[in-house]
């Protein structure tokens, strides 16, 4: 560093509003944000998440209001998670290619409700399907089969594709499924419906609430450590990266968030493609439950942990607090 006290006084930048502003290197804005939105059966519902507060699983009118919200905040995209129906879920996942669907009714009440206004991202994994919460097929000793279950969610990615989709994102983890769902939208039409890869997704302590709001927690059989990365691991990460931008991935997510701003860092570092981060359920819950607790003002927790993520190098974070946050960044 070139100048040295007095000469050089880092304080000077920072003594007023006005040049803090001139000077800051990043700046998060209501575009940044996706809004994780969960789906449920029925009309008229909303069902608090006892384990995320402030967080409802909604019908699919209820969604299509909370994507038009979305818009007028001026967020640009929302992500859909299904509550599947117990009698709707089996050992296979069915259901997952279902063109009717609470996945597939909630992405046409959208773009009725929104024409192209707000992306859709959908999420490709046989959990929220599954009777044994698994994201895959199993096998006779409760493995998840990598090439079987890679089949079924091509054809979960087409339908919802077929349903209207904009960003097929696919959460399972297993090996091949970016190039195979890829291969699968160039030949049935859907040149441009983008992939968003959870490229480097790991076994993490963070997903119990998001469990909770698609009802898989109780019916998990095992764990996921056979597909979803172990936390020790970073180099494998880049590995996981690389082998989904060569299928085709147009963007990448690291989940969960925070605890894994080092692996969102180097991704861009190597890469430099588009990276984005989940900031999980488990996360949302901590910052929820130190409000709670009066050890922290939720204003201030969720703007500065969601610019870590853009200091991390995200072009963008899903967040279950993206309302919330688009509010006070519109002032």
Same mark, same amino acid.
């Given at each position: 560093? *070139?100048?040295?006290?007095?000469?050089?006084? !880092?304080?000077?930048? %920072?003594?007023?509003? &006005?040049?803090?502003?001139?000077?800051?290197?990043?700046?998060?804005?209501?575009?940044?944000?996706? &809004?994780?939105?969960?789906?449920?059966?029925?009309?008229? =519902?909303?069902?608090?998440?006892?384990?995320?507060?402030?967080?409802?699983? &909604?019908? #699919?009118?209820?969604? @299509?209001?909370? +994507?038009?919200?979305?818009?007028? !905040?001026?967020?640009?995209?929302?992500?859909?998670?299904?509550?599947?129906?117990?009698?709707?879920?089996?050992?296979?996942?069915?259901?997952?290619?279902?063109?009717?669907?609470?996945?597939?009714?909630?992405?046409?009440?959208?773009?009725?409700?929104?024409?192209?206004?707000?992306?859709?991202?959908?999420?490709?994994?046989?959990?929220?399907?599954?009777?044994?919460?698994?994201?895959? !097929?199993?096998?006779?000793?409760?493995?998840? =089969?990598?090439?079987?279950? #890679?089949?079924?969610?091509?054809?979960?990615?087409? *339908?919802?594709?077929?349903?209207?989709?904009?960003?097929?994102?696919?959460?399972?983890?297993?090996?091949?499924?970016?190039?195979?769902?890829?291969?699968?939208?160039?030949?049935?039409?859907?040149?441009?419906?983008?992939?968003?890869?959870? @490229?480097?997704?790991?076994?993490?302590?963070?997903?119990?609430?998001?469990?909770?709001?698609?009802?898989?927690?109780? !019916?998990?059989?095992?764990?996921?450590?056979?597909?979803?990365?172990?936390?020790? *691991? @970073?180099?494998?990460?880049?590995?996981?990266?690389?082998?989904?931008?060569?299928?085709?991935?147009?963007?990448?997510?690291?989940?969960?968030?925070?605890?894994?701003?080092?692996?969102?860092?180097? =991704?861009?570092?190597?890469?430099?493609?588009?990276?984005?981060?989940?900031?999980?359920?488990?996360?949302?819950?901590?910052?929820?439950? +130190?409000?709670? +607790?009066? +050890?922290?003002?939720?204003?201030?927790?969720?703007?500065?942990?969601?610019?870590?993520?853009? %200091?991390?190098?995200?072009?963008?974070?899903?967040?279950?607090?993206?309302?919330?946050?688009?509010?006070?960044?519109?002032?």
């Amino acid at each position: 560093m *070139n100048g040295s006290y007095p000469n050089l006084r !880092l304080r000077r930048t %920072r003594a007023s509003g &006005w040049s803090r502003a001139l000077h800051r290197e990043n700046v998060l804005t209501p575009a940044d944000l996706i &809004w994780p939105l969960f789906v449920t059966a029925g009309t008229g =519902v909303e069902e608090p998440i006892a384990t995320l507060p402030g967080v409802s699983r &909604w019908s #699919v009118d209820g969604i @299509a209001k909370r +994507a038009r919200e979305a818009v007028d !905040l001026g967020i640009p995209c929302v992500a859909l998670f299904p509550n599947t129906p117990a009698d709707r879920r089996s050992d296979d996942g069915e259901e997952a290619l279902n063109p009717d669907n609470l996945m597939c009714r909630a992405i046409r009440a959208i773009r009725d409700a929104c024409g192209d206004d707000v992306g859709i991202l959908t999420d490709v994994a046989l959990d929220p399907y599954t009777a044994h919460g698994q994201d895959g !097929l199993v096998d006779d000793t409760g493995y998840v =089969v990598n090439d079987d279950t #890679v089949a079924v969610l091509v054809d979960q990615a087409l *339908n919802q594709a077929e349903a209207g989709a904009d960003i097929i994102a696919p959460s399972d983890m297993m090996d091949g499924r970016v190039k195979a769902i890829r291969m699968a939208l160039e030949m049935n039409g859907h040149p441009n419906v983008q992939i968003m890869s959870y @490229a480097a997704k790991y076994a993490s302590a963070f997903y119990g609430p998001f469990r909770d709001a698609v009802g898989s927690r109780g !019916l998990l059989k095992g764990d996921k450590k056979t597909y979803q990365m172990d936390p020790a *691991n @970073a180099e494998e990460a880049l590995r996981e990266v690389a082998l989904d931008i060569a299928e085709g991935a147009d963007s990448v997510m690291v989940k969960p968030g925070l605890p894994y701003l080092d692996i969102v860092r180097r =991704v861009k570092e190597r890469f430099e493609v588009p990276v984005f981060a989940y900031q999980v359920s488990g996360e949302y819950a901590m910052i929820e439950a +130190a409000v709670a +607790a009066g +050890a922290g003002e939720r204003d201030a927790l969720v703007l500065e942990t969601l610019m870590a993520f853009k %200091r991390a190098g995200c072009a963008g974070v899903l967040t279950y607090h993206a309302a919330h946050a688009a509010r006070l960044l519109n002032g």
